[in-house]
């Protein structure tokens, strides 16, 4: 190929064959749709989706491709979305607003054409999956400078609804207007903690003396700015997007390795994986006694289960100041080793999902 036509025509005829080869995997997608209507089988299979992934990314390291890890998922978690809504169209809840950073978790995993449900508050969330009005639910559960979101943690305690994946999404910032260039713009929007992420980038830019109005979300921010030519936003990428606000700069904000932990939520239970982790509630009942904790720790520790993460949170069906816990660990609740641990503390453990290990 000598000359840009020739590659252009190079380029239609691959994706012509790309097309046809995915409208054959449709074909069988449809077939699969089927099957799992009549068995009863969940359409979301976070497990089986993390395993084609790592199944094609090996492949392509092996042979020295062009496509890394990042690339082949962000195209094969789309192909995944059209797929799902050839078997079984889905709604899916999360918390709001519209181009919220939970809304860019849910998107980045149920793709564009699915059908979502923005929510004003986690709580509405767990209501909407329990009443059958949505069958999937996106929340935050951790962030990596804030910590826990005890809201999730609580709901979750008390509800039918289980965790069936879990995905780490890092929180970047983005600088967005419709103005040409910095000089024009007269006030910037966004919520009262976005602007204290960006500190170093208004300084840098000489922005610190122009008008900045706290907003509701970083999303009102977007909407904002868009209908104000000489305003600007300080909001996430896909409400930019979603609302038409060009991104003057990217990853904006002060620190760069500030990530959320979301978890999506629904009422099935997962097949077992090579690499699961679950999570659970305790409620010792001999809470108070010396040592309880330890105790049930060690049961984790003879059948060497290795434990991500454990959280105590009051108890607030309990008088006084008791004391529940959340413990992550990996594994999948019907593994031996597991079960054997369980069976050892029966009436204390509730189970809250068995998941493919996000990244």
């Not at 949505?134 to 929340?139: L, N, P, Y």
């Not at 069906?317 to 959340?326: L, M, P, R, T, V």
Request: glycine residues 6%.
């Amino acid at each position: 190929m000598n000359t840009l036509e020739e590659c252009r025509l190079a380029i239609d005829t691959i994706d012509n064959e790309i097309l046809e080869l995915l409208n054959k995997r449709m074909k069988v997608v449809e077939r699969v749709g089927e099957i799992k209507h009549n068995t009863g089988t969940a359409v979301y299979r976070p497990e089986r989706e993390k395993a084609i992934i790592e199944r094609l990314t090996k492949k392509s390291k092996e042979n020295n491709w062009v496509l890394n890890k990042g690339a082949i998922e962000a195209i094969y978690l789309e192909i995944f979305a059209v797929a799902r809504n050839l078997e079984l169209p889905e709604r899916i809840a999360f918390l709001g607003p519209e181009g919220s950073f939970t809304h860019q978790a849910a998107e980045s995993r149920f793709g564009g054409m699915s059908d979502y449900l923005s929510l004003n508050s986690i709580q509405s969330v767990f209501k909407t999956l329990e009443a059958k009005r949505a069958k999937f639910g996106v929340v935050p559960i951790e962030n990596s400078r804030d910590g826990i979101v005890g809201e999730t943690l609580d709901l979750l305690a008390k509800s039918s609804v289980k965790i069936v994946a879990e995905l780490y999404m890092p929180i970047h910032m983005s600088f967005a207007t419709k103005a040409r260039k910095l000089d024009d713009i007269t006030k910037i929007y966004s919520k009262d903690k976005g602007f204290g992420q960006c500190r170093e980038f208004l300084s840098e830019h000489g922005l610190v003396n122009i008008e900045l109005i706290p907003v509701e979300s970083t999303a009102k921010a977007a909407i904002l700015a868009a209908d104000e030519p000489k305003s600007a936003a300080i909001c996430s990428h896909i409400a930019a997007k979603l609302y038409g606000v060009p991104r003057m700069f990217d990853n904006i904000e002060d620190e760069h390795d500030s990530h959320t932990r979301f978890v999506i939520l629904s009422d099935f239970k997962n097949a077992m994986s090579e690499d699961d982790k679950t999570s659970i509630l305790v409620r010792l009942k001999d809470a108070v006694k010396a040592g309880s904790l330890v105790h049930f720790l060690q049961d984790f520790d003879e059948e060497k289960i290795n434990l991500s993460k454990i959280e105590s949170r009051p108890s607030k069906d309990e008088s006084g100041f008791g004391y529940w816990f959340f413990i992550d660990f990996y594994g999948h609740i019907d593994g031996e080793a597991i079960q054997r641990v369980l069976s050892k503390h029966k009436g204390e453990v509730t189970w809250l999902g068995s998941y493919a290990k996000g990244e």
